[in-house]
């Protein structure tokens, strides 16, 4: 920052402003900003000058680190206690207790369904699973090899073509029903993805089955009349799902709130969505996980893999998270479904040497006084291996958890008088009025 500033907060005493007096040194001159909900607005920096030509303070935040971009009654996460909630619910409660499908409810209406809105809302969302025979169409159109992201990611976008009424964002029944398209056909344009990478027929949605195990059907029929999933691995995935929801403003959400403050249609948002979690930073480090297990080898090398990493020549994946400072809830509760989905495809070797590395680095002083506790990426991985999944579907199956996450917050962005089309600033660090030499005269 181009000045040097004392900074002090009043607030801390009984009845006292909730402001902060910042003095700007360079002019002596004294600003007082009002502090709300424990922030500041980056806005009122712009009073602080030196001169009365000049821009004022900004803000330095690369990756946001310190910067609220909107307020939110969606989520609600303590990195330092390990608490995530949605809409106020435990995340624990939900996982044990609830379905996807009723999750998604609850993130898009602020509340749990009834039983008779939860039975409506179910039956919208089945009704529309299946998708315009064109959509299958332009699938066929990828190589035989394409990834299943990159196929998701363009089909998402192009149901945009499909719903042009889409484009009217302000027509709230008009808007329903895309939030209704999007839950419904994301299983389907993700199983089309797998069945096209795996040279094997598309599978249509079968009704009759739940959100989760028409998503294993989709996947796993072959030749039989009626596919019928195991409640166990149905139920693994339900909770997988469930908490892949939302979790707060990730750099997937960020890219839906961003592209959608344009007023484009949801699907092109969503698309975005898709877009950010492609990269192997925020969709891919559950396979950077079973990488590295598989790298390990064996029980007996985790001393030295451990070494390895203190001194800085390996990588712990699957630990420590930007937000969480303490255990990763979800960590917790997938760690039971992984026990759940074994029971039925047998235990992965790898499972042995991601419990005994967990119990090793929760007991090592290197690591607990790093906060370093395992996140949700460090078991999932497994889960997804067991069900056949190859590690490029790893952020599909990803995606299809966090659209209901991505269309709240969109939902909730829309609807938000103070959000207007993202614009960040910047600092300028290049050239400036650089005359124009003739290509001939260049050097």
Same mark, same amino acid.
């Given at each position: ?44 920096? @712009? ?39 949605? @809409? ?17 409810? $609850? ?74 398209? $999007? ?25 009759? $089955? ?29 909770? $997988? ?12 959400? *960020? ?184 290509? *001939?005269?260049?050097?």
């Amino acid at each position: 920052m181009a000045t040097e500033s004392a900074v002090t907060e009043n607030g801390t005493g009984a009845g006292a402003a909730e402001t902060l007096t910042i003095t700007d040194n360079r002019t002596g001159q004294t600003y007082e900003v009002p502090i709300e909900d424990g922030t500041i607005r980056a806005t009122e920096l @712009r009073k602080i000058k030196a001169s009365e030509d000049d821009f004022g303070i900004m803000t330095y935040d690369p990756a946001y680190m310190n910067t609220a971009s909107c307020r939110s009654a969606i989520t609600y996460i303590d990195g330092d206690r390990g608490i995530l909630e949605y @809409r106020g619910y435990p995340i624990e409660q939900l996982a044990e207790k609830s379905t996807y499908l009723e999750v998604a409810y $609850l993130l898009i209406h602020g509340e749990l369904p009834d039983q008779r809105q939860l039975e409506e809302w179910t039956h919208q969302v089945t009704m529309h699973t299946f998708v315009h025979e064109n959509v299958k169409e332009f699938m066929q159109g990828f190589r035989y090899d394409a990834h299943p992201m990159g196929m998701l990611l363009a089909s998402v976008g192009a149901l945009s073509t499909f719903y042009p009424e889409a484009a009217q964002i302000k027509d709230t029944d008009n808007r329903y029903l895309q939030v209704i398209r $999007l839950i419904a056909k994301m299983p389907t344009l993700a199983a089309f993805s797998y069945r096209h990478n795996q040279g094997k027929p598309y599978v249509y949605p079968d009704n009759d $089955l739940s959100y989760a195990g028409n998503f294993l059907s989709m996947i796993y029929k072959m030749t039989e009349l009626k596919y019928q999933p195991d409640p166990r691995l149905e139920h693994a995935l339900d909770v $997988l799902f469930i908490l892949h929801a939302d979790h707060e403003q990730n750099c997937s959400t *960020s890219a839906v709130r961003s592209v959608g403050s344009s007023q484009v249609d949801p699907y092109s948002a969503v698309a975005a969505g898709v877009a950010a979690l492609y990269g192997p930073l925020h969709g891919g480090a559950n396979e950077a996980v079973l990488r590295m297990l598989r790298r390990i080898g064996s029980t007996e090398n985790i001393p030295d893999f451990i070494a390895g990493v203190k001194s800085g020549n390996e990588r712990l994946m699957g630990f420590g998270h930007r937000v969480y400072k303490n255990f990763d809830p979800r960590a917790k509760i997938i760690k039971q479904a992984v026990e759940e989905v074994f029971e039925v495809t047998g235990k992965n070797p790898l499972l042995h040497i991601a419990t005994e590395l967990e119990k090793i680095a929760l007991e090592d002083e290197y690591f607990v006084k790093r906060k370093l506790y395992p996140n949700v990426d460090f078991y999932s991985g497994l889960i997804y291996e067991a069900l056949g999944m190859p590690v490029e579907m790893f952020p599909v199956l990803f995606a299809i958890g966090r659209t209901a996450g991505w269309i709240a917050q969109w939902l909730e962005m829309i609807d938000d008088s103070e959000q207007k089309i993202a614009r960040p600033r910047q600092i300028y660090t290049g050239a400036r009025t650089v005359d124009y030499v003739p290509v *001939s005269a260049r050097g």
